[in-house]
């Protein structure tokens, strides 16, 4: 039986990537997101791989609305959750002597809070699961700092201790806790940021979803998974 997939930050990018590499598999992927019109374009684009799709506007930040798009999902997909991707993040440069309480809640919120509160709503569904996984999406900045990314560095810190953490509580419940750890990936996280790196260097959001696919394939990927270059 293909797995049953949850993916926030689900309708561009890393997420619309994981999401059609499961789809391909037959999987009933549900995609999260606030914006609902690239969610619906993806929905289709599931459906068109051998998947079946369902949208679900949420906004990760705010408890309600992950209650809500959770339980959609359950109702989608047979009251259970085999995989779930932590994915929906946001980022910003800014030096630190520029930085505002706004600018900083604003990344935690997203990036850090977010996980939280799906991993609150979902994980008790994820327990009836023959293999039940939970894919925390860090970046490289959760292992390395870089000047001008304070906010973003602590949030991606703190989603890779949260992940240790979570990864003890639920072995007993035998969910897997994977934290991933890719370098810069083209998308549109970085429109409009001035950053260092071109775009012909950066790892394509496919990539990352091979990786992830494989991990869950394989009962003996690391908890700890860096992507590089194929």
């Not at 906004?59 to 959609?72: C, F, I, K, M, P």
């Not at 609150?120 to 700092?145: P, R």
């Not at 549109?188 to 091979?210: N, Q, W």
Request: glycine content about 8%.
């Amino acid at each position: 039986m293909a797995p049953r997939v949850f993916v926030t930050g689900g309708g561009r990018g890393i997420g619309r990537a994981i999401a059609l590499r499961f789809a391909r598999e037959g999987s009933k992927v549900v995609v999260a997101a606030r914006t609902s019109s690239q969610l619906e374009s993806v929905v289709d684009e599931i459906n068109a791989a051998g998947g079946q799709g369902l949208a679900a506007n949420m906004n990760v930040a705010d408890h309600g609305s992950v209650e809500a798009a959770v339980w959609r999902a359950i109702e989608f997909m047979d009251n259970g959750i085999d995989v779930l991707v932590n994915n929906a993040g946001v980022f910003n440069v800014k030096p630190f002597s520029k930085m505002r309480p706004a600018d900083w809640d604003f990344i935690q919120e997203v990036n850090l809070k977010g996980p939280f509160l799906v991993c609150l709503e979902a994980l008790d569904y994820m327990e009836d699961s023959e293999k039940a996984h939970v894919f925390n999406i860090s970046s490289t900045a959760g292992k390395q700092g870089f000047a001008g990314s304070t906010a973003y560095c602590a949030s991606k810190y703190g989603l890779r201790g949260f992940s240790d953490a979570l990864r003890l509580e639920v072995a007993e419940d035998d969910i897997r806790v994977t934290t991933v750890y890719p370098p810069a990936v083209d998308t549109t996280i970085f429109d409009g940021v001035d950053v260092d790196i071109p775009k012909s260097e950066m790892l394509s959001p496919e990539r990352v979803a091979d990786a992830i696919y494989d991990a869950y394939m394989d009962p003996n990927s690391p908890d700890d998974l860096d992507v590089g270059p194929a």
